[in-house]
């Protein structure tokens, strides 16, 4: 079992910059590939960005967003900047557990609860 909690997450304006934390415990963490996806209400959850062998992001996040991580600390980070109004949604991290394309949910069998960002015009 891994468990995931997410922080880090509130309200910004248009332009600013939030970096989101995610504190892993259970399993070896660096074991795991990362991910962070991301739900804006009415939508479906989204892929974000992999931290893995290599890192990867969605296009739209691409050049804004950056995955990093410290095994020291079980921790994986989504640093965030030049926000918009359209990255408002809930962001979750989540263990990747193979088999799968990484961009895809069903990848991941641990997730994180969620935390809120709220991005204004």
């Known amino acids: 079992q891994v468990q995931l909690v997410e922080s880090g997450g509130g309200l910004v304006q248009a332009g600013g910059s939030l970096r989101l934390s995610c504190a892993a415990s259970g399993r070896t963490f660096s074991n795991y590939p990362m991910g962070w996806f991301r739900q804006a209400p009415g939508k479906e959850r989204e892929f974000v960005g992999w931290s893995g062998s290599s890192i990867y992001y969605a296009d739209s996040v691409k050049g804004r967003f950056t995955v990093s991580r410290d095994n020291a600390k079980n921790t994986v980070y989504l640093q965030m900047n030049s926000l918009k109004p359209e990255d408002t949604a809930v962001y979750y991290c989540?263990?990747?557990?193979?088999?799968?394309?990484?961009?895809?949910?069903?990848?991941?069998?641990?997730w994180g609860q969620g935390t809120q960002v709220t991005v204004s015009s």
């Open positions: 989540a263990a990747y557990i193979g088999g799968g394309n990484y961009a895809y949910t069903s990848s991941y069998a641990y």
